[in-house]
Nanobody, 122 residues
């Protein structure tokens, strides 16, 4: 069994900074990629940032220059450093991981965290 545990959401004001974290645990052989998605009320879930095992980072246009994604491979953890937050960043943020499980390394599995709420006031 594999699970993702998120933390770091909260209520901030526009222009503030906040860091989200997500730790994967369980029967993990390797983590091929980790990322962050978000979903605002009435909208579809969308990619925020993504970091594969090779280390190349990918960002949605609306967060480039403001957000930074990073991994701590020793702790199976991914972080999202969010700066210059805007009210339109308000959403539930979901952690994502593509994982090879121990004993079943011929394929990958997709896992999602439960989501953490970020609210940015003007």
């Amino acid at each position: 069994q594999v699970q993702l545990v998120e933390s770091g959401g909260g209520l901030v004001r526009a222009g503030d900074s906040l860091t989200l974290s997500c730790a994967a645990s369980g029967s993990i052989f390797s983590i091929n990629a980790m990322g962050w998605y978000r979903q605002a009320p009435g909208k579809q879930r969308e990619l925020v940032a993504y970091i594969p095992s090779g280390g190349n980072t990918n960002y949605a246009d609306f967060v480039k220059g403001r957000f930074t994604i990073a991994r701590d491979n020793a702790k199976n953890t991914v972080f999202l450093q969010m700066n210059s937050l805007k009210p339109e960043d308000t959403a539930v943020y979901f952690c994502y991981a593509k994982i090879q499980r121990t004993g079943w390394t011929t394929r990958t599995f997709d896992y999602w965290g439960q989501g953490t709420q970020l609210t940015v006031s003007s």
